[in-house]
């Protein structure tokens, strides 16, 4: 398993841009697919973003299509999530996660960050 520690949350207002980033452990990185998930209060996690180990597939949960893009840096042991023209409904716990493929299926994934909090004002 991987560990990983996200950072780059905050508050912002609506329109605004974020970046996150989640640093991950070990010198494997590279072999681990990487997904972005949220969880707003009071509803259940939902997947957000995925990228592959080499960087060459990545999805996106239609709500954030063209606002979000999803990247990596092996070299450094990093994901990155920027959030453009963000939304209130955006605001959640965002956390990454590690597993063997870019899905958006949150069994598929095994280990797992602290989350991060990202509140958009109106």
């Known amino acids: 398993q991987v560990q990983l520690v996200e950072s780059g949350g905050g508050l912002v207002q609506a329109g605004g841009s974020l970046r996150l980033s989640c640093a991950g452990s070990?010198?494997?990185?590279?072999?681990?697919?990487m997904g972005w998930f949220r969880q707003a209060p009071g509803k259940e996690r939902e997947f957000v973003a995925a990228?592959?180990?080499?960087?060459?597939?990545?999805h996106y949960a239609d709500s954030v299509k063209g606002r979000f893009t999803i990247s990596r840096d092996n070299a450094k042991n990093t994901v990155y999530l920027q959030m453009n023209s963000l939304k209130p409904e955006d605001t959640a716990v965002y956390s990454c996660?590690?597993?063997?493929?870019?899905?958006?299926?949150?069994?598929?994934?095994?280990?797992w960050g602290q989350g991060t909090q990202v509140t958009v004002s109106s």
């Open positions: 996660a590690a597993g063997l493929s870019a899905d958006t299926i949150i069994k598929y994934y095994n280990s």
């Open positions: 990228i592959s180990g080499s960087a060459t597939i990545t």
């Open positions: 070990g010198r494997t990185f590279s072999a681990y697919a």
